[in-house]
């Protein structure tokens, strides 16, 4: 089992739809969780934090965190032809402060279609 | 506030040389990351770095190294280059402090080709 899962897509959603991106991890001892959008050529642009269970909201953007089913979402509204990109799902995998690796998963392509 | 600064962007060298990439955190930034990213194997961790010290280490051969500066700015070294090294290497720092204190902000890369 990897350690940070995502569905590959490519994922394509009408624009002005709700995007939803998923992800998976597989330390329950993990605390910190981040996604990442990354356009072609580009590094990779952090976009949400998440700590805590629950959802977290960012204007257009919700990440929602659920540690006791390990698992981790990203919601786009009103979806953007300028949201088309490579989202990733980054896990701080373990115990927190001393140990600042991030684990990656390998990506969704997302793509926003006019 | 600047961002994250690599130098070089691009290099090309020849299989059995060595190569230094920089990277200089952003303002305040303590910890340093390096990540390798490859179409085949996605970002994976090479070490972080925090007060010039490595704390972590990624699953990569002795051939990749780093190092800290007191000012936090970082290095990383490849010797020995192989074709497989061909990568983008990606710097990411953190301030580690604050109720968002382990986001990680990356820098635009440096593009290794090995011939």
Known sequence: QKEVEQNSG???????????LNCTYSDRGSQSFFW???YSGKSPELIMSIYSNGDKEDGRFTAQLNKASQYVSLLIRDSQ??????????????????????????GTRLTIIP | KA??????????KT??????LSCSPISGHRSVSWYQQTPG????????????????????????????FSNSRSEMNVSTLEL???????CASSYL???????????PGTRLTVL
């Open chain 1, 10 to 20: 490519p994922l394509s959603v009408p624009e002005g739809a709700i995007a939803s």
């Open chain 1, 36 to 38: 990442y959008r990354q």
């Open chain 1, 81 to 106: 032809p300028s949201d088309s990109a490579t989202y990733l799902c980054a896990v701080n995998i373990g115990s927190n402060f001393g140990n600042e690796k991030l684990t990656f998963g390998t």
């Open chain 2, 3 to 12: 961002g994250v600064t690599q130098t070089p962007r691009y290099l090309i």
């Open chain 2, 15 to 20: 299989r059995g040389q060595q190569v230094t």
């Open chain 2, 41 to 68: 194997q996605g970002l994976q961790f090479l070490f972080e770095y925090f007060s010039e010290t490595q704390r972590n280490k990624g699953n990569f051969p002795g051939r990749f190294s780093g190092r800290q």
């Open chain 2, 84 to 90: 497989g090294d061909s990568a983008l290497y990606l």
């Open chain 2, 97 to 107: 402090a604050g109720s968002s204190y382990n986001e990680q902000f990356f820098g």
